[in-house]
């Protein structure tokens, strides 16, 4: 196992470079202009020059290099400045946003707080509810709580979160007056009061994105649940006499976890880029909101900073989630 | 003394009856098929039959309805804009006095044909990859860095580039029509084949361990036979939930894509686009939103339990229960 | 700064209204809401009106332009003029006299050397500045003391008021930007997100694309004001969005630009917590007529002068094409109030409005019916549409993705489809359409389709720049990577006389004479189909005073006035 994670490890290292380099290359295909949203009361000659400004006059692969030199050699640099009070990248140019003019990666540290507070907050939540219903729903097969669970879930899961979010913003916030609808990003939690404020404006983008996640986890719980609750396994355990919750929760759950888990790990990488609509809702102004105004305004360094940085997370999650293969189920082999 | 009677031969038994179980009477039926016991599983399965009936009955509601009710999607009726639902108009009218009904019914036939489409092709995609990777050990690493490769891409740009190359070609080869629904179906198809790969080879690699895999190897069983007999079979869950999602997924995101200008012609009814249009009325017109979402739902509902239907028909240990 | 703390400050505040003397500060917070976010505070380095708004909460120019278009002096006591001496005769130089004791907001003098390293700032080698236009022509600029600047140009410039004036191009602070020079600008964060300036806030937090948070400027020059001791400015999330929070929820006092439906905006007005304010200016949505064939048969040369459109350059054509749009309908549908019906593409100012155009006030299908009937448009084979010699009026109209402009293009194509036109529709992401990207097919430029709809206006009161749009050279070709202004492709060699003699003209009402006539030319060519002129609309809060609409330079221009007031 230990060879296998090395190994794929290292491998990871030339499929990320080659995953950015498809990113540069396809940001580059694509029509799209970083002047697009300045006015059109400036004429195109000063939109040309400010192009030239940007930078956007030189080869696509020197662009390419010095992307690459930024990214890996001098933001590093940047971060073991801030940590331990060096001076390693005092002079050096960092990745810089054409929208803002400024570092890609102090925006994105900025972004944080609220994307962890929210997104990563709202995907834990409905991890946490979707395996229970799951369980629970195919245990007890076409019981009123499998065909309740099966209808809220697949209603949650075809409504879109550009109507929900609406939906609920409508109800909570305009005609009961209960919640806020608009996240304060820069609101801090110093005592209690401060913490209802913030868990009051973190109920409905919350809320919401839940409701995706609990449908679509617990649907492939309940459907690898019920594929393992007919073993033959099963009989012989039950047969021994061994209580049901061990049965169920021991020995099937550990059995049912691997598309569960193939899942969940793709769904954390999504944390960090996948919830736009619902951040654009509730401006919660998380990353997801990063990069889709980064896509709008054709801000190129942006997108493939933190597309780039999605794809770190989405290798490292897949791997980890093949690790858990091996660890739930130990005929799993790679070697 | 007693004297030797002469011997009655023994009288010959007749000749015992060959035991029943080996006696070879003429077969009175032709033996029953795989398929058969499928279907009779399947229709004891009240919710999949339920949902079997209601995917039906949209599919004829939207594809039929039309003729009866002949009112066109596009057509503008401006004095009759913002009505509820009379005889006139049983669904109502939008802002700009279309007939809600209308749409409904052409969204209804763009969406399903594009929901199931691009869900099937994705699902096959999905399945072929993910087999193919669980499988032969040595696919299953270049097949796993592309999947991490199309799961990194950013969505947006990806479909940009995609109209930009192909929408002219396919517009001058199969007609403008045509042509966006290819374009669209595919565009869907392209990008959500990767959860579905990624699930699907968990199972495999778990499933390729089984005794029944190694007994069946024994006998000399093709790895094409070993694939389409014992394994696909077996990892069908995960497949029919993809399915679900898919679609659900499917007609969203074509909603999403005319939105922004890559899909079908803004006048064009779409069950997303009509969602879309009406959320930005939701308080003032709320029953804009109702049709069309509860029209997603019902379909999404409906294949979801169809699902649910084949795959317990298709497990041999229900059947019979 | 949490909602309870706004809505306590609104209620104090309210309660102390009655007191004559306002003081610095008393009013609390105001939160502002754009739903575009500014992601930079500097205007000659931003990339949209947003940006421009944000900034001019703390930089100002010398003058501005009010409410009503005129000009007013802001950092000065007056404005140069030729009559005040302050324009030389000869009309090569303006001298601009800052008022007596400004500081800026960290206490230095404001002087005119500030003033003069704005304008070099800006024409800095290399430094990308998007407001250079504004610097045109300037050829030095003098200090001769503290407090006097001498703009001196090549040549003579009849109208000298665009360096400086509007919340284009406010006056820096030179220690604070003197090292950002050039290539510099864009490295300079500090300085871009938390610029030194005049106005009555401060940046205390910038977090771009998100919020700023900023509190009133203690150097102000006007002790009483602002009325507010801290502004929240939130950005994102779409229009309906922006204003729900104004109008419905009460989150936020001042929303931004709310292009919604007439009837959405109504509803969210009858819940009764803010009001709805709109002002016209020179925003005209209008449909583009392409006089080059934009067909894909024509490869590299397709939209070009190479190929005359085979239907469009037929002037009956277009003018039917005008005729048969009902534009009041247009203006109730999409804007309600806060749109009005133009037959002009030049609306605005009072004096540049021509009145020769008002016919295409009423529809008048059977009137462009008969018009395409006597120029020999007939529908020979019966397929609905209109043809003439095997050309049949089939049209491919283009538009940004956009609910209200998705709207207009069904209504449209019904008409057209009335009086025997065929129109496929098609909408392109914003992005990609105003973006100038030579590689994408679908920018507005380039124009590969038949017509297509979009707004346009043109900054201050001076359409000189705005009427040579129309000039041959400003169509977009090959040659020129497609940037050009004159999307119809219309050329002409009266027209460019007219742009021509505009700009050797000093005398105002001369100036406005040239610029209707520009205009009647283009209206009665049918090259340009004007729709609607399109008003700015923005909503504040029932408690929030002093807020007065100004559609000719930043909303925000005079933020130190606002103040809460008592509601009932």
Redesign the interface.
């Known amino acids: 196992m230990l060879t296998y994670t090395i190994r794929r490890l290292v491998?990871s290292v030339p499929?990320l470079l080659?995953?950015a380099l498809?990113?540069f290359l396809?940001?580059e295909?694509?029509?799209?202009?970083?002047?697009?949203?300045?006015?059109?009361?400036?004429?195109?000659?000063?939109?040309?020059?400010?192009?030239?400004?940007?930078g956007l006059g030189e080869p696509t692969h020197i662009r390419f290099g010095k992307w690459l030199w930024q990214f890996f050699v001098v933001e590093p640099m940047v971060l073991t400045d801030h940590l331990f009070g060096t001076e390693f990248a005092a002079d050096k140019q960092r990745v810089?946003?054409?929208?803002?003019?400024?570092?890609v990666m102090?925006?994105v540290v900025?972004?944080m707080p609220q994307t962890i507070w929210v997104v990563a907050m709202a995907y834990v939540v409905g991890v946490l509810i979707a395996l229970p219903i799951g369980i629970y729903s195919a245990y007890r097969q076409?019981s009123v709580f499998d065909q309740v669970g099966?209808?809220v879930t697949?209603?949650g899961?075809?409504?879109?979160p550009?109507?929900s979010g609406?939906?609920v913003?409508?109800i909570f916030?305009?005609q009961l007056?209960w919640l806020?609808?608009?996240y304060?990003?820069?609101?801090r939690v110093v005592d209690w009061?401060?913490f209802v404020?913030q868990l009051k404006q973190m109920v409905m983008p919350v809320m919401v994105l839940a409701l995706q996640t609990t449908?679509?986890i617990s649907?492939?719980m309940r459907?690898?649940m019920?594929?393992n609750l007919?073993q033959d396994y099963v009989r012989t355990a039950r047969a021994k006499g061994l209580s049901e919750q061990i049965v169920v929760m021991v020995h099937v759950l550990r059995n049912s976890m691997?598309?569960v888990?193939?899942?969940i790990a793709?769904g954390v990488?999504q944390i960090f880029g996948g919830a736009i609509i619902t951040e654009?809702?509730?401006?919660v102004?998380g990353l997801g909101?990063?990069?889709?105004?980064a896509?709008?305004?054709?801000d190129l360094p942006m997108?493939q900073t933190v597309?780039?940085m999605?794809?770190v997370l989405?290798?490292l999650f897949?791997i980890i989630?093949d690790l858990l293969?091996g660890l739930l189920?130990p005929?799993?082999?790679?070697d | 003394m007693t004297d030797p009677t002469p011997e009655t031969p023994p009288t010959k038994t007749p000749a015992p009856t060959p035991l029943g179980a080996l006696s070879d009477p003429q077969p009175v039926a032709p033996p029953r098929s795989q398929w058969r016991d499928v279907w009779d599983q399947f229709k004891r399965h009240r919710g999949a039959l339920a949902g079997g009936i209601l995917f039906l009955l949209i599919i004829v509601v939207v594809y039929l309805g039309p003729l009866v009710w002949p009112i066109d999607a596009t057509y503008i009726d401006i004095r009759a804009r913002n009505e509820g639902p009379s005889w006139a108009h049983p669904f109502g009218t939008d802002q700009l006095g279309r007939d809600t009904l209308a749409r409904m019914m052409a969204g209804g036939q763009v969406s399903i044909a594009v929901g199931l489409t691009a869900m099937l092709l994705a699902l096959g995609l999905g399945s072929l990859i993910g087999v193919l990777a669980g499988f032969f050990r040595r696919l299953d690493g270049p097949l796993m860095r592309l999947t991490d490769l199309f799961l990194s891409l950013p969505l947006l740009p990806l479909l940009l580039v995609m109209v930009l190359l192909f929408r002219q070609a396919l517009s001058s080869t199969f007609g403008p029509e045509t042509g966006i629904f290819i374009l669209i179906v595919f565009s869907i198809g392209v990008t959500s084949w990767m959860p579905t790969a990624r699930v699907v080879r968990g199972d495999v690699l778990a499933l390729k361990e089984r005794e029944f895999v190694l007994a069946a190897r024994s006998i000399g069983t093709t790895n094409f036979n070993l694939i389409t007999r014992h394994v696909l079979p077996n990892v069908l869950s995960p497949i029919m939930v993809s399915a679900t999602l898919g679609i659900a997924n499917a007609i969203i995101t074509e909603s999403a894509l005319s939105f922004l200008g890559l899909g079908f012609p803004p006048d064009f009814p779409t069950w997303g686009r009509l969602l879309n249009d009406a959320t930005v009325y939701l308080q003032d017109y709320p029953e804009r939103v109702f049709w069309p979402g509860v029209a997603i739902s019902l379909t999404v509902l409906s294949v979801n339990y169809l699902g649910d239907g084949l795959r317990d028909a298709l497990d041999p240990r229900i059947r019979g229960r | 700064m949490t909602l309870r703390s706004i809505l306590i400050g609104g209620i104090a505040a309210s309660a102390l209204a009655p007191m004559a003397q306002a003081e610095r500060g008393e009013d609390g917070q105001v939160g502002i809401i754009y739903w575009q976010a500014p992601s930079i505070m500097n205007p000659y380095l931003s990339g949209g009106t947003k940006d421009l708004e944000a900034a001019s909460l703390v930089l100002e120019p010398l003058a501005r332009y009010d409410e009503n278009g005129d000009m007013v002096p802001w950092l000065v006591d007056e404005v140069p003029t030729v009559e005040n001496g302050g324009v030389s005769e000869d009309l090569t130089s303006i001298t601009w006299k800052l008022t007596e004791g400004l500081v800026w907001s960290d206490g230095s003098p404001v002087t005119s050397e500030d003033v003069k390293f704005s304008w070099e700032y800006c024409t800095a080698e290399g430094g990308g500045c998007a407001q250079i236009e504004k610097y045109g022509g300037i050829e030095s600029i003098e200090t001769p003391d503290e407090l006097t600047a001498v703009v001196t140009f090549r040549n003579p410039k009849p109208f000298p008021y665009t360096a400086f004036v509007g919340a284009q191009s406010p006056i820096l602070q030179k220690a604070q930007f003197a090292d950002c020079l050039g290539p510099k600008a864009p490295e300079c964060t500090e300085q871009n997100f938390n610029p030194i300036g005049t106005g009555p806030f401060v940046v205390t937090d910038f977090r771009p694309n998100d919020v700023i948070t900023l509190e009133a400027n203690e150097n102000y020059r006007d002790p009483e004001k602002p009325a507010f001791a801290s502004v929240v400015f939130k950005g994102g999330g779409d229009a309906t969005a922006a204003g729900r929070a104004v109008l419905e929820t009460g989150e936020f006092d001042y929303a931004w630009n709310l292009q919604l439906a007439p009837d959405v905006l109504a509803n969210m007005e009858s819940a009764g917590k803010g009001q709805i304010i709109s002002g016209f200016g020179t925003l005209v949505e209008r449909i583009m007529v392409n006089q080059t064939d934009p067909s894909s048969d024509l490869g590299d040369r397709r939209a070009t002068l190479d190929h005359p459109h085979p239907f469009l350059t037929d002037k009956a054509v277009r003018q039917a094409l005008s005729m048969a749009i009902d534009r009041e309908l247009l203006v109730e549908i999409g804007y309600g109030d806060a749109g009005r019906v133009t037959c002009n593409v030049l609306p605005a100012p009072e004096i540049y409005a021509s009145t020769a155009n008002d016919d295409c006030k009423v529809q008048d299908i059977e009137g462009a019916k008969a018009v395409l009937e006597e120029a020999g448009w007939t529908d020979t084979n019966g397929n609905g549409t209109r043809d003439k010699d095997g050309v049949e009026l089939s049209m491919l109209f283009q538009t940004s993705t956009n609910a209200v402009r998705q709207d207009f293009q069904a209504l449209i194509k019904q008409w057209w489809s009335e009086i025997g036109v065929e129109a496929e529709l098609r909408n392109i992401d914003s992005s990609v359409f105003f973006g100038g990207d030579p590689g994408s097919p679908d920018t507005f430029q380039k124009f590969f389709a038949d017509v297509e709809m979009y707004a346009n206006n043109f900054d201050g009161t001076d359409p000189e720049a705005y009427m040579s749009n129309w000039h041959c050279e400003q169509i977009p070709a090959p040659e020129n990577q497609w940037q050009g202004n004159n999307m119809p492709r219309f050329c002409s060699e009266e027209y460019n006389a007219l742009v021509d003699e505009m700009q050797q003209t000093g005398e105002l009402e001369k100036r406005a004479e040239l610029a209707k006539a520009m205009n009647d030319m283009l209206m009665q060519e049918y090259v340009i189909i004007p729709l609607v002129d399109r008003g700015r609309v923005s909503a504040h809060s029932n408690s929030l005073g002093g807020v007065i609409l100004n559609t000719w330079d930043s909303e925000l221009w005079n933020a130190a006035d606002w103040h809460r007031k008592e509601t009932n």
Do not use: C
């Open positions: 491998l499929t080659f995953i498809v990113i396809l940001l295909l694509a029509p799209g202009d970083p002047m697009a949203q300045v006015p059109l009361t400036v004429p195109p000659e000063v939109k040309a020059q400010m192009r030239e400004a940007l810089i946003s054409w929208q803002t003019r400024s570092p102090d925006i900025q972004r076409y099966t209808f697949m209603v899961f075809s409504v879109p550009f109507f609406v939906l913003i409508v916030s305009v007056g806020p609808s608009i304060d990003t820069t609101h009061n401060t404020m449908a679509q649907r492939f459907a690898s019920l594929d007919n691997i598309p888990v193939t899942v793709l990488p654009q809702i509730f401006k102004n909101q990063l990069l889709i105004t896509i709008q305004a054709n997108v597309t780039f999605l794809a989405i290798v897949n989630a293969y189920d005929r799993i082999r790679y």
